[in-house]
């Protein structure tokens, strides 16, 4: 068979802006066979195959790919499921093009394979009987897991194939973690999410919902009910806010809360008595893929103009450039070189000015970044109706209040080893809870390195 020698990516199908900045289902709506068999013969095979080292959970990529060259997707989906629990996910939201894609050898003289692309489409693709291999022997050995994110639901898969008994304690009513509170519905459809989740369920792994732990039972409780370790993967909902005047107004959200109410209690649902009001005018804080899904997001929701706001150039956006596009393209604003420095509110207490400075760029400061600098005497207001603060989110501290001895970095993170083990023996932690918030992918690797190393401390256990 011969590898298709053509320097671009095929295309991913995409509905229109204009359409789909009116509704809630998936922008970009898949390859087709055709399409993906097309895409797999680009892959040359590289015996090196530097492309799993850009792949936090070491998919084995090119022999995925291989078997969608044959034909055999259920293979495809076989083999990238021996290391990722979440593929369908993966495929959609994994930032590739700066991981696995970027070791593409083929993006030297062109554009790299489109293997989050080919993921997606062996995950969607595979027969149902053909799910899941996770099934394994079990051992007698229990698990807990707190939080049902990406890195807890790869930790469970993960130790479930080694055969233990795995239960995931999660707070919300609902598990998914980020993906079915943080991801909106047009990137992430939770279908998808459910079903990968009921694959996990289905080998055995036990999740319990309305579990919040640090309040109706603390860690070592659980190691009390027989659990041998524990793994700590609640995250990082705690939002942050800038400081500034008027922050308490009405219309005032932190993103994590907007995208919550959205995502997890269905406010673009009439039928749903969850509703969230964002008036004409939006204003989003931020530059990340976070600030992108709120203001699209809110462009869903019905608001006219919405503008995001970013302290640096748009080539300093840490968000995708997919994502970015996608956003300019469904008529977001991007107001860059910009800063606020208040919010302005009416006699009632509802927003209904941002007050802002334009800022000019720097030397490099510690993020490697050009450091924005105030232009004194630059200050504007812009009229909004809503303001969503889009600048981060650090971890809920209950865990940290409610466990004796566990090592906490500055800035309310657990300090773990490179091995994901914590300051006490038998409880690991990983994910955003550990770096503060980052990548879907990145969490799922620190939960499958947890997950290894689990195993390896009850064997060792045993042995003594």
Known sequence: MTTDNSQKKVLMPHQLPGIRSKNWEEVATGYTAEMAFKEAERCIGCKNSPCISGCPVDVDIPRFIKKIKEGLVNEAYSIITKTNALP??????????????????????????????????????????????ITAIKNGCQIAIIGSGPAGLTCAGALAKLGY????????????GVLVYGIPEFRLPKSIVSKEISILENSGVLIKVDHVIGRIKTISELFEEGYKAIFVSTGAGLPMFMGITGEEAIGVYSANEFLTRINLMKAYDKNYVTPINVGENVAVVGGGNVAMDAARCAKRMGAEIVTVIYRRSEQEMPARREEIEHAKEEGIILQTLSNPVSIISNKDGYAEGLEYIKMKLGEPDSSGRRAPIPEEGTNQIMRVDTVIMAIGTSPNPLIAMTTENLEIKPGGCVKTDDNMRTSIEGVWAGGDVVTGSATVILAMGAGLKAAYDIDKYINISRNQ
């Open 88 to 133: 369908a996910i993966c495929g959609r939201v994994c930032p590739q093009e700066t991981q696995c894609e970027a070791k593409c050898i083929r993006g030297l003289k062109g554009e790299p394979v489109a293997i989050g692309r080919l993921e997606r489409f062996a995950a969607d693709n595979a027969k149902e009987d053909n799910e899941s291999d």
């Open 165 to 176: 008994d795995v239960t995931i304690f999660e707070a919300f009513h609902k598990p998914g």
